[in-house]
């Protein structure tokens, strides 16, 4: 089975600018989360997507924001980017056996964005 | 709130020498434990989970875990590390009592470096 596909790998914008990152979970995953890591911040939970509805945010700015189609695959947008927003996005996906969250997040190889 | 401390930046060991990363957390109700490993320019990959039952958890690659409750502890153990194992390893907590579905609460990481 294919694990968690992530594109693009690598990615280099201005400030200013706005991107859209894509994420396809594993097949049969219904929940996409995504995470952004930094050197100073570590890893931090952005926002998890379940059938289509945003079901939790992290504590970010406005600026972020996702989607998810019914097919499950999922995106993220960062409008406006600042050099802050340089990191590795990580996108994970899971099955939703119940509604504790006791299923494991597989994720993604990420997506470097550089922000000149 | 959630919390996860990883107490150590870096953890040396020589290869055939038994290994332990350790990791505590801080929740209000059960917490279910994670840990991951994260290779250069890779993603996270999963090694193994506590939800409950046997404090003893066995994962993938030889690694195990121990769930201590008493000291709020969920620390990462290997018999005999390889050079290969050398990499960055995440704990992460979710607190089902808290809600958020399948966010992640994670410690900051501890990269292990095993030497021949």
């Known amino acids: 089975k294919a694990g968690v596909t992530q594109t693009p790998r690598y990615l280099i914008k201005t400030r200013g600018q706005q991107v859209t990152l894509s994420c396809s979970p594993i097949?049969?995953?219904?929940?996409v989360s995504w995470y952004q890591q930094t050197p100073g911040q570590g890893l931090q939970f952005l926002f998890e997507?379940?059938?289509?509805?945003?079901?939790n945010k992290g504590n970010f700015p406005g600026r972020f924001s996702g989607r998810q189609f019914s097919n499950s695959r999922s995106e993220m947008n960062v409008s406006t980017l600042e050099l802050g927003d340089s990191a590795l996005y990580l996108c994970a996906s899971s099955h939703v056996r119940d509604f504790l969250g006791t299923d494991t997040q597989y994720f993604g190889p990420g997506t470097r964005l550089t922000v000149l | 709130a959630q919390s996860v401390a990883q107490p150590e930046d870096q953890v040396n060991v020589a290869e055939g020498n038994p290994l332990t990363v350790k990791c505590t957390y801080s929740?209000?109700?059960?917490?279910?434990l994670f840990w991951y490993v994260q290779y250069p320019n890779r993603g996270l990959q999963f090694l193994l989970k506590?939800?409950?039952?046997?404090?003893l958890v066995k994962g993938s690659y030889g690694f195990e875990a121990e769930f201590n409750k008493s000291q709020t502890s969920f620390h990462l153990k290997k018999p005999s590390a390889l050079v290969s194992d050398s990499a960055l390893y995440f704990c992460a907590v979710r607190d089902p009592q808290a809600g958020g579905y399948n966010k992640l609460i994670f410690g900051a990481g501890t990269r292990l470096a095993v030497h021949p």
């Open positions: 506590y939800i409950t039952g046997d404090n």
């Open positions: 929740v209000s109700g059960n917490p279910y």
């Open positions: 097949s049969g995953h219904r929940s």
């Open positions: 997507y379940f059938s289509e509805t945003q079901r």
